[in-house]
């Protein structure tokens, strides 16, 4: 049994090779998660103000700018959520893409995030997108980094 097999068979996912159609999005994760861990390491604690809490309303999703980063909100019952806003498949605009049932599906290839935690509940994409911790305060929504 080859390796891959053996991954498979324990519920781990089987490693895949990069492919160069892959270096794009590969590339802009890498960025962001720079830009992310510089913000983290200057301030631990700071929240950034992304939007009036008013322009949210229950059941909406809206792409909004973190400090040059794209992040895509969402509004339920439960509060308000937010992931990064790129597909990590091809970079797909995810915010052009369809909600169901807390998650988001690409609305090129089809891969789905997961509104909670940004993880892959439906490939192509094989690595999740940057999930944030959101506040409301003051009447605006602000995220930082989930630790
Ligand atoms: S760009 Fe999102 S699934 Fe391909």
Redesign the pocket.
């Known amino acids: 049994m080859s390796g891959v097999e053996e991954a498979a068979d324990e519920g781990v996912r089987p490693f895949r090779q990069l492919e160069l159609r892959d270096v794009p999005a590969v590339v802009e994760q890498l960025e962001l998660g720079m830009r992310h861990g510089a913000e983290s390491l200057d301030a631990p604690d700071h929240f950034v103000t992304v939007l009036d809490e008013p322009e949210l309303p229950e059941g909406a999703m809206k792409r909004v700018d973190a400090k040059g980063i794209p992040v895509l909100l969402y509004r339920d019952a439960n509060g308000v959520r937010a992931i990064g806003a790129i ?1 990590t ?4 605009p995810l915010d052009q893409g369809k909600m169901k049932d807390g998650c988001i599906e ?1 609305p ?4 789905v995030f997961d509104f909670d935690g940004g993880g892959v509940v439906k490939g ?2 094989t690595f999740p997108v940057t999930a944030y911790e959101t506040r409301i305060k003051d009447g605006k929504i602000a995220i930082r980094p989930k630790a």
Do not use: D, E, Y
């Open positions: 597909c498949h091809r970079g797909a690409c090129w290839h089809g891969s192509p994409a």
